[in-house]
Each structure stands twice: as structure tokens, then as C-alpha cells.
């Protein structure tokens, strides 16, 4: 599992719902935010190299999407790659990094 960073994050501390294939969602708060990733500070440990679903919220807008567990960089830190997003997900995480808000 290698990673690249090549998108600029945004310091932002936005509610993220973390959701698995089976049990109950994991509430995070997010680190920093940009168009390739995410890091967030978990509620509940996640497994490297699992994949989770997610929901950004910010100002009453959703970012939605899917999300790869790539490294744990401190006790429930961890940094996620986002994976399969639509196009308007896509437009809307480019102005959160960009503005610093949906």
C-alpha cells in the first residue's frame, strides 16, 4: 500500500460519520481535508487497508463518498484516500480545500 500525497489539505475540523460493511457508524472529526484525502481523529480504531463509507458535513452540506484506511499516524488518527467519487462530491470537496467551506 503506497501513497502519494499530490492534493493540498485545508486545516478543517468538520463531523464525519464513518460507516463499515457490518456494525454501527464511527464518528470522527477531521484533521485536515483536501481533494485526494482526509486525515480524522476516530471515536472507534479502523483497520489499515479497510474501506469505509463516509459523510462530510459542513454549513448543512454532505460530502458523501468512499474512503481507504492508509496509515494510523497516532492513537485513532488516521489518514483515509478517497476512493469512487462522483463528480458533484468531487466539485464540492475542491471548494471546501479551496474556501475553507461546502
Known amino acids: 500500500m503506497t501513497e502519494r500525497r499530490q492534493a493540498r489539505r485545508a486545516q478543517l475540523a468538520l463531523a464525519c460519520t464513518l460507516s463499515r460493511a457490518a456494525?454501527?457508524?464511527v464518528w470522527?472529526?477531521?484533521i485536515d481535508v483536501g481533494e485526494g484525502g482526509m486525515a480524522v481523529r476516530a471515536t472507534?480504531?479502523?483497520?489499515?487497508?479497510?474501506?469505509v463509507e463516509f459523510d462530510l458535513e459542513a454549513d448543512d452540506e454532505h460530502v458523501v463518498g468512499r474512503a481507504r484506511v492508509m496509515r494510523h499516524n497516532a492513537p485513532r488518527v488516521y489518514g483515509l484516500r478517497f476512493e469512487s467519487l462522483r463528480d458533484?462530491?468531487?466539485e464540492r470537496l475542491h471548494d471546501l480545500v479551496?474556501?475553507?467551506h461546502l
Do not use: C, I, K, N
Open 23 to 25: 456494525g454501527s457508524p
Open 28 to 30: 470522527a472529526e477531521t
Open 44 to 51: 472507534r480504531p479502523l483497520r489499515p487497508d479497510e474501506v
Open 88 to 90: 458533484p462530491m468531487r
Open 98 to 100: 479551496s474556501v475553507g
